[in-house]
Each structure stands twice: as structure tokens, then as C-alpha cells.
């Protein structure tokens, strides 16, 4: 991927930005990991993703040395979408304590290093067309697709932020201890926010589209990327896992997987 979209790019002392951009996203990750295993802590690992897109996409922006409006745009709604996840996610293992996932990786020194090494190619692969986007040397014009993009994105972050606030709140009622949330925009998808998320990197890849020339054309598989994450690996596999462990059986819970699709929302 670092070769990809280092094709076309901005270089400095000769060495492309996309590429020193990856290096960055892997070291910054490296770094926090030391702390976090002496620590044997998880509680700033989604909080250091967060950080990780919001350094790797604003030194890709200065490296290139570019006032496009294009490469300002494409920073902009990373850096926004990045802040708003970082803390929610932050806020989220706060009030929880602790992210029981890593139990059994956090005392191996080789899997939980490979776990934040994980988080480094998610960072590079997602992020992939805006960076390719934002060290091009190729400039254009804002145009028909920025405008599409740029709505495209609004729509996907609107009902990512919506549902994260919605299960938010119910969670947050004691009479729902216990209980699944099954209204707002979680009676039309049982994972509204993934659906959010995908819609809004595709959004992202559209306004990139432009300027992407040659190996770059390799990044669109950004999107594509966090579809696969979250619908095959890391997303809705496991919290439906969680879920039947919780509920599974009962009637209302049954009815609920029955009637509503796990990711697109039904009209």
C-alpha cells in the first residue's frame, strides 16, 4: 500500500510523504504500546487510533506543502470524524472500565504488540485515498465530485453520530439495564453506526477520486476495507456473537434479528 500511493506523490529529502505518512501511522502505535504493556492497559488504545489518523493525515497536509482546497477538505473531515470517535470511544471505556476483548492478549508481549500493529494497518488502509488525495502532486479543481462526496460523507457521519447518541442514552436509562435497544435508528438496522461508517469513507473515496493516478488507484480499496472489517472481522461478528450469548431465545430478542437486517437499514 505504501508503494501505491507513494506513485505521484510529494516527496521530502526524495522520500515520498504517503510512505513517511505509514511509517508514522506504525510508530506512533509502537510507541504507545510500550507504556500500555508495562501498564497492561487497553484504555487508551481506541483513544491512540484516534490520534494516529488525526497526526498522519495533518503531517501528510504540511509535508505536501499543498493549499488545495481538495487536500483542506479531504484533512478536515478526517480530522472531524477522528475527534468525535476518539472521544466517544475514550468516554465509552471510561464509564465501562475496562475492553474485555484484550484479556487475554494484554499479558503476551508478541499478540498484544501484534494488536496495535493491527491497528497501524487499519489506520493506513482506510485512510489510503485521502492520503494518496492529499501528497498527489496531481491538482484539479473542486468539482461534481467533491460536492457528491462531500454529502455522501455528511449523510454517513449524520446516522453514525446519531446512533452512537441514541445507544447512548438508552444505555444510560437504569430501566433498560439488561435490555437491547431496539428504536431510533436501531429498530431499522441492528448496527446503524457500521452502516454510518461505511457510507462516510465512501464519501471520502468519491472526493479523492480526482486526483488518483497510476498504483493510486490501488487506495479504493479504502471503503471497501471497512466493510470487510466490520462486517467479517472485527464489528458485527462479535457484538452479535455477545448478543445471542445475552439474549438469545427470548421472543423479543428473536423477533428483533428476525425482522430487522444487521447492517443496511430497512425502509
Given amino acids: 500500500m505504501a508503494w501505491c500511493g507513494s506513485q505521484g506523490s510529494a516527496k521530502v529529502f526524495g522520500v515520498p510523504v504517503f510512505a513517511l505518512s505509514v511509517g508514522l501511522a506504525f510508530l506512533i502505535q509502537w510507541l504507545a504500546f510500550i507504556p500500555a504493556y508495562f501498564l497492561q492497559t487497553e484504555k487508551f488504545f481506541d483513544l491512540t487510533g484516534s490520534i494516529t489518523y488525526i497526526s498522519v493525515i495533518m503531517f501528510a497536509f504540511f509535508m505536501s506543502a499543498s493549499t488545495d ?94 446512533a452512537d447518541f441514541q445507544k447512548n442514552r438508552f444505555n444510560a436509562n437504569p430501566d433498560n439495564k439488561g435490555k437491547f435497544i431496539q428504536t431510533g435508528l436501531w429498530s431499522r438496522s441492528r448496527h446503524p453506526n457500521y452502516f454510518g461508517e461505511i457510507i462516510l469513507w465512501i464519501g471520502v473515496t468519491v472526493i479523492a477520486l480526482p486526483v488518483l493516478q497510476g498504483w493510486q ?44 437486517p444487521p447492517l443496511l437499514p430497512r425502509l
Fill in 69 to 162: 482546497p481538495r487536500s483542506f477538505l479531504l484533512s478536515a473531515l478526517v480530522v472531524i470524524w477522528a475527534v468525535r470517535l476518539g472521544i466517544f470511544l475514550f468516554n465509552r471505556i471510561k464509564k465501562v472500565g475496562k475492553d474485555d476483548r484484550f484479556d487475554e492478549i494484554k499479558p503476551s508481549f508478541v499478540r498484544f504488540l501484534n494488536v496495535w500493529t493491527i491497528q497501524a494497518l487499519w489506520v493506513t488502509f482506510t485512510i489510503s485515498a485521502a492520503l494518496a488525495a492529499i501528497t498527489t502532486t496531481l491538482r484539479k479543481q473542486l468539482d461534481g465530485f467533491d460536492v457528491a462526496g462531500l454529502l455522501i460523507w455528511v449523510f454517513g457521519f449524520a446516522i453514525e453520530v446519531i
Fill in 217 to 260: 488507484w490501488v487506495t479504493l480499496i479504502s471503503p471497501v476495507f471497512v466493510a470487510l472489517l466490520l462486517t467479517r472481522v472485527s464489528g458485527i461478528p462479535l457484538l452479535e456473537k455477545k448478543a445471542d450469548e445475552k439474549w438469545s431465545g427470548q421472543e423479543d430478542y428473536e423477533l428483533y434479528k428476525k425482522r430487522t
